[in-house]
């Protein structure tokens, strides 16, 4: 995940492609649960100085660039147990919500490779 944007809370709803900033968080709505990204804002530096190496030597004990993409791992277990039982198709909505509640933002908040969704059979 990409986090060179603003901060924000990614509300995670699953078969829920109206959900919104006013959507009620429960599982009626296919509310699974929410991360937070600490955003890093926009670069002020020199020209690529916020550009991120892409090799590094296995010899580089610097710490990583921050604008490193993250991950972030999500428990929905129980929840997919209950939408599950109505399907087995899942389409995952993030809805990002603005540090400070604000309300005005773009459709590039969210900047992710993949979405992979693992379960494990009891």
């Known amino acids: 995940m990409e986090h060179d944007g603003p901060s924000y809370e990614g509300r995670v709803f699953i078969n829920n ?20 990204v600490f955003g890093h804002g926009e670069c002020f530096g020199d020209v690529g100085h916020c550009d991120i190496r892409k090799m590094r030597s296995p010899f580089d004990f610097s710490p990583p660039h921050p604008l490193t993409p993250i991950f972030i791992r999500l428990k ?4 997919l147990r209950e939408l ?3 399907t087995d198709e899942f389409i995952v909505t993030v809805v990002p919500i603005l540090a400070g509640g604000s309300q005005n933002f773009d459709s590039e908040i ?3 490779e993949r979405i992979t969704i693992v379960s494990y059979n009891k």
């Not at 929905?76 to 929840?79: G, I, M, Y």
Request: glycine share 10%.
């Open 84 to 86: 599950g039982k109505q």
């Open 76 to 79: 929905v277990t129980e929840q």
């Open 17 to 36: 492609t109206n959900a919104c900033n006013n959507t009620i968080k429960d599982i009626s709505n296919g509310y699974v649960g929410s991360y937070f």
């Open 110 to 112: 969210v900047k992710c």
